[in-house]
Each structure stands twice: as structure tokens, then as C-alpha cells.
């Protein structure tokens, strides 16, 4: 399976961007989609996930400000970051998991986009 996202760049703080990520491949299902991101000298961390039920957890920090939606009938998964500080710059990661047709039998899957880069500038 593989992930495209999109939707990154340059922003003032305070401003807004959206981050798409689509998935593609033999797809049977997705469980749950997300967003990580990593700051340089920093570990990749949780940013929001959002499961095909619709039910959301979000780190503390982006709480209130980032918004995470998904399209399962595109296989899409979307960021919607508000109120943007320079701590929010990073490369942002679309992750999801599920499930993908298989021989002999289905298997289950992780996968992990590109990455896109978000920037914010005081």
C-alpha cells in the first residue's frame, strides 16, 4: 500500500495549511489513518489519528488547533492545521493501517507516506 500526501509548505505563525494524503494499492481495508511528524533532532511523534468509525485522538499540543477528517471512499486522510506556531515545523507523515488483498490470504499492513515538509516562520 502506498501513501501520497501533499499539501505542506511555507506559512506565518498564525496561519493555516492542509495537509491530503491518499493511499493506493490492493486495499481491502483501513483501520485507522494518521499524521506523525518529526523536528530535526527530534523523534517522529503522534500529531492525530483518526479510525474508520470516525473517532479521533490528537497529541495535547495540537489539540483545539488541528483538525483530522478522512474520505474512505478515496482512501484519504486530511490535516487541517490552524493557528500554526514555529514548534509545529516539521516533516509530517500520513500513516495508516489495514488491511490488503492477498495470496493465499489477506494480510494485514503499515505504511507510511513520504513525508511532506511544514514550516512556519515567526
Known amino acids: 500500500v502506498q501513501l501520497q500526501a501533499s499539501g505542506g509548505g511555507l506559512v506565518q505563525a498564525g496561519g493555516s495549511l492542509r495537509l491530503s494524503c491518499a493511499a493506493s494499492?490492493?486495499?481491502?481495508?483501513?483501520?485507522?489513518m494518521g499524521w506523525y511528524r518529526q523536528a530535526p533532532g527530534k523523534q517522529r511523534e503522534l500529531v492525530a489519528t483518526?479510525?474508520?468509525?470516525?473517532?479521533?485522538n490528537y497529541a495535547e499540543s495540537t489539540k483545539g488547533r488541528f483538525t483530522i477528517s478522512r474520505d474512505n471512499a478515496k482512501a484519504t486522510v486530511y490535516l487541517q492545521m490552524n493557528s500554526l506556531k514555529p514548534e509545529d515545523t516539521a516533516v509530517y507523515y500520513c500513516n495508516a493501517q489495514g488491511t490488503e488483498y492477498g495470496r493465499p490470504s489477506d494480510t494485514k499492513f503499515e505504511s507510511y507516506g513520504q513525508g511532506t515538509q511544514v514550516t512556519v516562520s515567526s
Open positions: 494499492g490492493s486495499i481491502f481495508s483501513i483501520n485507522r
Open positions: 483518526i479510525t474508520s468509525a470516525g473517532n479521533t
